[in-house]
């Protein structure tokens, strides 16, 4: 009875008050005698009355910004992808996501269902919250500024951020004395007008400049530094002198504006003299994700909110008081990884994602319907290039640097990206620019941005070096690349590269990638070291020496396929990834919703049974890099693989014959065991031979069982199971009851040459 002393007492309960609550209920309708309820006379009525309800609640404020937000978000997250996927910046996707949802596209081909979702009693709501997003996110690049990085090379990066501003402002002025008459708006002075687009024009985008050389794989190289330092440089420049510009235009008046330039000058050494050393004992004390407690928090987020406010008062915009106050921020590299990574998420991946579309529900490209109007679009694009990149690659070639990395810092330079849209949003405002010159300057940060990454590339086939390989012998080295996520897994299929390796010449490269955008200047040596700490353990305890590889990549998957095939590698070993569609009845649903227009990956699918559904399967992205390598592939499925003595190898096809050798070939004395089972007696001869021959050579120990022998007792003892991809994919749509009980399993995929050649004629 006490087994289900808790069912029955909540029974008990729920019966008990559920009836007193039908009793208030009965005898309450009995105080309605007299009072006049007026009660719906049909059911047509009651339905009217649900659907106007229903109609209410999805045209409330806050139903329409949520709508919008989930809207924006998805459409975002889809443009994104597809820039990584031709190796763009993800923020070129959002910046066009923003335009295609806008009257541009959307608003002009679909134009109910465009006023429908941002009907214009809603930008108000979608504007403040783009604004708070671009507070944060100034706030964040700001804390990613390392001022430190200027002491070093601070000459030559003042020399080059200086060029790379004067040079596209002075060319912005001088293009906007020609085009003042045509386009500035009524009633703007022309100085208002030319120091905007003279600052629009050299501005260069920080964060997406950083981000590219970490994908570049230059952050750790002379050029990726003086790029960092460069535009550290170039943005604290540009935006003191977008403040002044700020002062100048709301001040109306020259002598005006001096007065509001004082307060910022005071404000700034308020904020460096008083604030900073306040916050730097704050964040000393309070360095660590244990210790950063909510009030802690608190503090540096009103920090925060007061600069902003403050700088807004004044009157120098309320961005430039968010970028201040992430400057002042604690240097501590391990303070600014950790409250980076609080507010990074929130304001990248949720809020700043408005602001694009909020810029691209101002972005009318239809406006520029008249080829003179294209004329001035590709004449601001060639003078925002050639004064951002020339004026970058002179300066920096005049400073020492070669051709190659004097043009690659101008490629890089020339990026603008978001912080292009927040200034020509701010003059937007101002009334400065008309809806005309806005739509170009969005198309001209749209094209600068997008141009970065071919013109680098271009540059590197220009400049390409030779390389020389100076290692004797290479070709007939067993050399194993191991791809690895998961830090821990790296781990086990170091253990397997180790047994591959052990018995021949050859190298190990460990090889750690890492998704664009989820790294700063802070985090990036942390999370390298953390990423390989697990491997060197391992590496130590089994006395196996490797190289690493670590990289910042927009595109994993096409990363790892191209160096698997650029290096000196004989095989790429990774881990199993997970499946987001496993381990639920909705994930399985919506795998096959996938998979509806591929009939024979979904007849296979379905001809599973439940056992087979969850074993472990090659996932999509090892499929894509599988189609894009041209070497073997070893694809471990860990089940805590910890040594690969024995080992179980079913020998279905041809193909596992040489897995077969390729196993004999790696162990290291008859000791090891190799337990063989025939999957096709067609076979068996075969089998025969192979066995004499391995036995001759005394590499190991063959055990053959048969195949209806095989049984879950027979995997007690053994420690890893090896198979070709073709039997593995036989296998999985078999219902074998004992697939569930075996270890390890190494998937051997060939490729064009598997074969080694030795003096021995062996595999290895």
Known sequence: MGKYRNTWFYIGTIGLFATLIYYIVFFGHKLEIGRHIVIPEAAKSQWN?????????????????????????????????LCKKIKQPAVI?????????????????????????????????LQFLSQIGLILFMFVVGME???????????????????????????????????YD?????????????????????????????????????HKTKLGTIAITCAAADDITAWCLLAAVIAIVKAGSFVSSLYVMALAVIYVILMIKVIRPFLARVGSVHNSRENMSKPIVAIFFLTLIFSAYATEVIGIHALFGAFMAGAVMPYDSRFRAVFIEKVEDVALVLLLPLFFVYTGLRTEIGLLNDPYLWKITFLIIAVAVTGKFAGSAIAARFVGQTWKESLTLGALMNTRGLMELVVLNIGYDLGVLTPEIFA??????????FMTGPAIDLINRVFKEKHIDTKENAANRFN????????????????????????????????????????????????????????????????????????????????????????NYQMLLRGIGQSIYEGSWLGRAFRISKNIFYPQKLISMLRRNEN??????????????????????????????????????????????????????????????????????????????MTTELAQRAVCTIKTVSREDISPNTFQNQHLMAISMESWEIMTDTDFTWMAST??????????????????NTIL
């Not at 229903?54 to 443009?79: G, W």
């Open 49 to 81: 009355e649900f659907i106007d309800s229903m109609v209410a609640n999805l045209t409330h404020p806050l139903a329409i910004l949520l709508a919008q937000i989930i809207t924006i978000i998805i459409v975002a997250r889809i443009f994104g992808w």
């Open 440 to 449: 170009m300057m969005v198309i001209m940060a749209l094209i600068t941005t």
């Open 480 to 567: 194993i690349l191991i791809s690895f996520g998961n830090p821990e897994r790296g781990r086990s299929l170091l253990r397997l590269a180790h047994r591959l390796v052990q018995k021949n010449s050859g190298t190990i490269t460990a090889m750690h990638l890492v998704q664009a955008g989820q790294l700063t200047q802070y985090n990036t040596s942390q999370i390298e070291k953390e990423s390989f700490t697990p491997i060197r353990d391992e590496s130590r305890q089994l006395n196996q020496p490797f190289d690493t590889r670590f990289k910042v990549t927009a595109n994993i998957d096409a990363d790892i396929a191209a160096e698997a095939n650029s290096g």
């Open 182 to 218: 045509s386009f500035a708006p009524e009633g703007v002075r022309f100085t208002s007008f030319t120091l905007f687009l003279g600052i629009a024009m050299s501005i260069t985008a920080f964060p997406v400049l950083a981000r590219i050389v970490q994908e570049q794989g230059l």
């Open 93 to 125: 996707g959002e910046i066009v996501a923003g335009i295609v949802l806008g009257p541009s596209l959307v608003g002009m081909h679909f134009p109910e269902f465009f006023h429908t979702l941002f009907p214009a009693e809603s930008l108000g709501n």
């Open 743 to 760: 270890p390890s399993v190494v998937i051997i995929k060939e490729k064009k040459e598997f074969y080694v050649t030795a003096e021995e």
């Open 612 to 689: 087979i559904f969850e074993m472990p399967r090659i996932d999509d992205r090892t499929g894509l890099i599988i189609n894009k390598t041209n070497i073997p592939i070893g694809i471990l499925i860990d089940k805590n693989l910890t040594k690969a003595d024995n080992i179980f190898v079913p020998l279905w096809s041809e193909n596992d014959f040489r897995v077969l050798e390729l196993i004999a070939g790696m162990t290291k004395s008859a000791h090891n065991i190799i337990t063989t089972a025939i999957m096709d007696e067609e076979k068996s001869g075969y089998l025969q031979n």
């Open 145 to 179: 500024l390392d001022l430190n990085i200027l002491k070093n090379k601070a000459q030559d990066a003042v020399v080059i951020s200086h060029t790379s501003i004067i040079m596209p402002f002075t060319l912005g002025m001088g293009l906007a004395y020609f085009i």
